[in-house]
């Protein structure tokens, strides 16, 4: 039997207190969403809805099919920052008339939707996720282009936005703008640069340059609706491919839009799954508040697979790293997990071995993190981790089949490279709220920072400062716990959202179909040279 069997026992004290650890984490994540939320605030939603218009979750929520699910990305954008959570820009994927769509709504209550540079960010990642699963685009835009107090860090790279819209477009990938409000400057090139354009009476504005702008640059007067109004697009400049009467008209139309691309998934959906054995709900009590302690994988990998059947390669063999192929509302996977956190030979060579296996199999890959990094140590540098480590890395680097990951503990060091991080161009990227990642632990680092000075003070032949040392350490363990968090690392789009851990299967689903969406091809051969 390949069914996994499970040693939780909820009733025990060691699950209450993960348990207990993990809301408390979930309870904060809450507050934090919640501020994203909020828009610009109660005066400026209220402000909005004055002007009967809708918010931009409201305008999602229309656009997408009844009952159907909205995977919203990034929603931390910008936490820890000094601009507000969200970036001032909704970005998700959503079902449209039976079509996946990449879908981004600007914020018009956070400073009139203006972009700041996490806005940026945020739409650039949102463009990527398009392009590697050929999703459509729906552009839902309502900005007044850059927020030009910080222009210095928005211009030059803002570009690539239009460049995106192009690209999308040449590779065969529908883009379709809905213009609420105004659309200037730069902005302006969001529906013109789009397959299909939708504009509402008296709301839409695009221009490239208002009438104050206008004005001091030809001595022209004009007004807004002359100038950049939806009926002069529709009637005169030919820019309005649809004029709509008004926003919920305008969803409409978009969504007829999106039932005539005859735009085909390359896979078919799978069909109805088997759920797991065991309640998701036991995930709060799985993964220890402490994460030096270890905990086994295999029970997270029971409570989010089809069945909970999972069929372990080289069981015996490398064991601090669990992989075995699964099912995942029945699409294939290849599973790794951390099992015991530090990363040796064996486990890299049979990972490496393990990921070319899945791409000569199409089989895409998940990542379930939980590692301090690669063995270090004489023996073990004598025994070849950096050539081992560097083969799972090579492996990991030039698979093709789309990689998952999910951060449920720390990832850290080159681990977090060799269990495909960010900057390993993972199709999507989660975190629990358990999950830490640096370039090493908080102790090890001040630790290895505190070794240094005292060796460098003792070659000058000078007495060493304990004292100033205990407060420098404490202090530099206080910064990398703090720069260690979910909030702060999603801040910072390192992931593409924070999620609750009983969200786990659905979110991967999601993102499974999404990227089905696409072919699904492994690397044959390819993988540069195996230093042996």
Known sequence: MTVLRTAVDPAAPEYAAHRAAM??????????????????????????????????????????????????????????????????????????????????????????????????????????????????????????????????????????????????????????????????????????????????????????????????????????????????????????????????????????????????????????????????????????????????PREVIARIVDGSDFDEFKPLYGTSLVTGWASLLGYPVGVLANAQGVLFSAESQKAAQFIQLANQRDIPLLFLHNTTGYMVGREYEQGGIIKHGAMMINAVANSRVPHLSVLLGASYGAGHYGMCGRAYDPRFLFAWPSAKSAVMGPQQLAGVLSIVARASAAAKGQPYDDEGDAALRAMVEQQIEAESLPAFLSGRLYDDGVIDPRDTRTVLGLCLSAIHTAPVEGARGGFGVFRM
């Open 23 to 296: 809301l408390e984490k979930l309870a904060a994540l809450e507050t934090e969403h919640a501020k994203a939320l909020a828009g610009g605030g109660e005066k400026y939603v209220e402000r909005h809805r004055k002007r009967g218009k809708l918010l931009a979750r409201e305008r999602i929520e229309l656009l997408l099919d009844p009952d159907t699910a909205f995977l919203e990305l990034s929603p931390l954008a910008a936490w820890g920052s000094d601009y507000p959570v969200g970036a001032s820009l909704v970005t998700g994927i959503g079902t449209v008339e039976g079509v996946e769509c990449l879908i981004t709504a600007n914020d018009p209550t956070v400073r009139g939707g203006a972009s700041n540079p996490w806005t940026l960010r945020k739409a650039l990642r949102a463009n990527e996720i398009a392009y590697a699963n050929r999703l459509p685009c729906v552009s839902l835009v309502e900005s007044g282009g850059a927020d030009l107090p910080s222009q210095k860090e928005i211009f030059i790279p803002g570009g690539a936005l239009f460049r995106d819209i192009t690209r999308l477009s040449a590779a065969g990938i529908p883009t379709v703008a809905v213009v609420f409000g105004n659309s200037t400057a730069g902005g302006a090139y969001v529906p013109g640069m789009s397959d299909h354009t939708v504009m509402i009476r008296e709301r839409s504005k695009v221009f490239l340059g208002g009438p104050p702008l206008v004005r001091m640059a030809t001595g022209e007067e004009s007004d807004d609706e002359s100038l950049g109004g939806a009926e002069m697009h529709a009637r005169v400049s030919g820019l309005a491919d649809h004029y709509a009467l008004d926003e919920p008209d305008a969803i409409r139309r978009a969504r007829r839009i999106v039932a005539r691309l005859n735009h085909r998934k390359a896979h078919p959906d799978p069909g109805p799954a088997e759920p797991p054995k065991y309640d998701p709900e036991e995930l709060l009590g799985i993964v220890p508040g402490e994460l030096r302690t270890p905990f086994d």
